[in-house]
């Protein structure tokens, strides 16, 4: 059965100190692994994919990494605007399996 | 385009009460699948529908969960009858031919069962 660990719960952040998010998964045959956000009240937004160990994406502060058994999500000099949860998804042969989220807050 | 349009976007509702959620997916795309979010379990897949039929309804709780996707354009989640550990939010989502893999969500309808 996939699975996919997220850490931590929550992370409360300054302005401008940077850090990152950890995904764990556990999956036979791993297609994607996909990072979205989500704001209260809202549905989850895509940000990336990444397909194979090694691979790296970038979108403003936020870069994602990708191993054979994790993913990071760094944020760079985090903005108040950048508070949300961030939601980490694999995908073998099943529609895609989510975390349970890490919920980020960024006080200015 | 409009995006993935739920509603209702709030229901509130008596234990033993029939609720139905609906979902336009996004126009063009082939793949619709429901979610359900709660803090204990995080989003957990129900149902999925290709080209509207559906594929995989094992995360379908209980025979009082249905769903159906009667054309391209539409899709309802029906719960007969509902109770209050139904209360959750319900997510729609769609994703495209060449995209399948990246989902687009809609805003999620809030059910409260009471």
């Known amino acids: 059965e996939d699975q996919v660990t997220q850490s931590p719960e929550a992370l409360r952040l300054q302005e401008g100190e940077s850090s990152s998010l950890n995904c764990s998964y556990t999956v036979s045959g791993l297609r994607g692994l996909f990072w979205y956000r989500q704001d209260p009240g809202k549905g989850p937004e895509f940000l990336f994919t990444?397909?194979?160990a090694g691979e790296e994406k970038e979108k403003e502060r936020l870069k994602a990494t990708l191993t054979k058994k994790e993913s990071f999500l760094h944020i760079t000099a985090p903005k108040p605007e950048d508070s949300a949860t961030y939601l980490c998804a694999v995908q073998a042969h099943t529609p895609l399996v989510f975390g349970k989220g890490t919920r980020l807050s960024v006080i200015a | 385009d409009a995006g993935v349009i739920q509603s209702p976007r709030h229901e509130v509702t008596e234990m033993g009460q029939e609720v139905t959620l609906r979902c336009k997916p996004i126009s063009g795309h082939n793949s619709l699948f429901w979610y359900r979010q709660t803090m204990m379990r995080g989003l957990e897949l129900l149902i999925y529908?290709?080209?509207?039929?559906?594929?995989?309804d094992s995360g379908m709780p209980e025979d009082r969960f249905s769903a159906k996707m009667p054309n391209a354009s539409f899709s309802t989640l029906k719960i007969q009858p509902s109770e209050p550990r139904d209360s959750a939010v319900y997510f729609c989502?769609?994703?495209?031919?060449?995209?399948?893999?990246?989902?687009?969500f809609g805003a999620g309808s809030r059910l409260t069962v009471l």
């Open positions: 990444l397909y194979s």
């Open positions: 529908f290709n080209n509207n039929v559906p594929i995989d």
């Open positions: 989502a769609s994703g495209g031919l060449s995209g399948a893999n990246v989902l687009t």
